[in-house]
């Protein structure tokens, strides 16, 4: 199965900052989720954009899709300590079929 | 009232020996999956199932066998276990199968094969 990239792996900032996650797929999709999962927890669905939309809000949450460059992102604005988690795309590549192909994830840590 | 549960939460065993995680979801779901994610935290579905009945069987060794009572529950049966096997395995849960939809995710089993 092919899968989501994300980038940065890895990504430290300080409370009140903004945190930009980047993923990229390969084929073409119906929709793109991202989930959070916090230190030794479950994942947990934060928004989905579907392939028609280019931007979504939640919160403060922003996602964009770009079917073009096959590619989103997720900008968390005005970090919070509690945000420190790990972040995934996941995808519904037409080539899987009906499961969710899930990123390696970026690594969120926000100090206060 | 937890949506998806699973138990246990820790499983600590030798090579060799068989072992099972139970899995149950209270929120009315017709479809219900087992994930593998390794220490990389490379999450990988294992199995679907939809109102009881598999749906999808990535390659998994048949060493990994899911059963389904009921559309509430969904275990999952270790035979021979390797060290490789060790990993946190992953319930979850959605409304319907259609991976348009949200899942819901239990704690996970952190399964340590020594």
């Known amino acids: 199965s092919q899968q989501g990239e994300e980038d940065p792996q890895a990504l430290s900032i300080q409370e009140g900052e903004n945190a930009t996650m980047n993923c990229s797929y390969k084929?073409?999709?119906?929709?793109l989720q991202w989930y959070r999962q916090n230190s030794g927890r479950g994942l947990v669905h934060l928004i989905l954009?579907?392939?028609?939309?280019r931007e979504k809000h939640s919160g403060r949450l922003r996602v964009t899709l770009d079917t073009s460059k096959k590619s989103s992102s997720l900008l968390i604005t005005a970090s919070r300590a509690a945000d420190t988690a790990s972040y995934f795309c996941?995808?519904?590549?037409?080539?899987?079929?009906?499961?969710?192909?899930f990123g390696k994830g970026t690594t969120l840590s926000v100090s206060s | 009232d937890t949506a998806v549960s699973q138990t246990p939460k820790y499983l600590v065993t030798q090579m060799g020996n068989d072992k099972s995680i139970k899995c149950e979801q209270n929120?009315?779901?017709?479809?219900m999956y087992w994930y593998k994610q390794d220490s990389k935290k490379f999450l990988k579905i294992m199995f679907s199932?939809?109102?009881?009945?598999?749906?999808i069987n990535e390659t998994v060794p048949n060493r990994f066998s899911p059963k389904s009572p009921d559309k509430a529950h969904l275990n999952l049966h270790i035979n021979s276990l390797e060290l490789g096997d060790s990993a946190v395995y992953f319930c979850?849960?959605?409304?319907?199968?259609?991976?348009?939809?949200?899942?819901?995710f239990g704690p996970g089993t952190r399964l340590t094969v020594t």
């Open positions: 979850a849960s959605s409304q319907v199968w259609d991976p348009s939809y949200e899942q819901y």
């Open positions: 084929t073409s999709i119906n929709n």
């Open positions: 954009i579907r392939s028609n939309e």
């Open positions: 996941a995808t519904d590549e037409r080539l899987a079929g009906t499961a969710l192909i």
């Open positions: 929120l009315g779901h017709d479809t």
């Open positions: 199932y939809n109102n009881k009945e598999l749906i």
